[in-house]
């Protein structure tokens, strides 16, 4: 029987992009199904009604939810490609830094876009020092897991785009000269052709931050 491979996500979402890439990296065919998160789909509150959010991965009618175990199915599921390595040791170390992008480093950079004052001062300095920690990570390394791109790079992708679209939106200087292995690493993970092919617009994406932007800091 043919498998039967659809994921729900949106057309901007880090989360969805990250089960994009992994379907890509492992050439797997897939059915994409655009959410409207504002008026969500009825499939979508019956496959995640937990949390209600995507990306759903639904493999042969079995939905799967949460970006991070959607990718460790994906691996389980669909040998080749591995995006994680075999040694426990380093299976762990990959999963601590997805862990400090989704915990840590994305809702501190989500703080330096949406708060004001001194709680942005405080978010922008909590990001700057999340990023030195991704810089160390890098040391003498091309990816994170080394030479090919595994799971860490998926999950820590967004930096590689969203972080040069807030930067426009806010006129901050986030990354700056300051982190030159994560500059080198975002450049090199960008021009992965699976990466490159399935970017978000960079004008839609400009489009769609400024507005959020402007409605976390209305004009006084
Ligand atoms: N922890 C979740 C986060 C997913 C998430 O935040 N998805 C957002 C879109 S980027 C969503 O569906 N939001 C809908 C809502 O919050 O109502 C994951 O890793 O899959």
């Given at each position: 029987?043919a ?24 050439g ?19 496959y ?22 959607i ?20 299976r ?32 922008m ?23 090919k ?14 972080i ?22 975002m ?18 994406m ?15």
């Amino acid at each position: 029987m043919a498998e039967e491979v659809k994921l729900l996500k949106t057309w901007s979402s880090a989360f969805g992009l990250r089960v994009v890439w992994a379907l890509k990296l492992k050439g797997i065919p897939y059915e994409a199904i655009d959410e409207d998160l504002s008026n969500k789909s009825a499939l979508l509150l019956q496959y995640n009604p937990v949390h209600k959010k995507i990306p759903v991965l639904v493999h042969n009618g079995n939905p799967i939810s949460e970006s991070l175990v959607i990718l460790e199915y994906i691996d389980e599921t669909w040998k080749q490609n591995p995006i994680l390595p075999q040694d426990p040791l380093h299976r762990a170390r990959e999963r601590f830094w997805a862990k400090f992008n989704d915990e840590k480093l994305l809702p501190s950079a989500w703080g330096a876009f949406t708060k004001e004052g001194k709680d942005r001062e405080e978010a922008m300095a909590a990001t700057m020092e999340n990023l030195k920690f991704v810089e160390e990570e890098l040391k003498g390394k091309k990816f994170f897991n080394g030479e090919k791109i595994g799971l860490v790079d998926l999950v820590f992708g967004w930096l590689a785009n969203l972080i040069s679209i807030f930067e426009e939106v806010t006129g901050f200087n986030i990354v700056g000269d300051g982190y030159p292995l994560l500059s080198a690493w975002m450049q090199e993970f960008s021009e992965l052709p699976v990466i490159k092919d399935t970017w978000p617009p960079r004008d839609k994406m400009i489009i769609k931050y400024q507005a959020l932007y402007d409605k976390y800091h209305p004009a006084k």
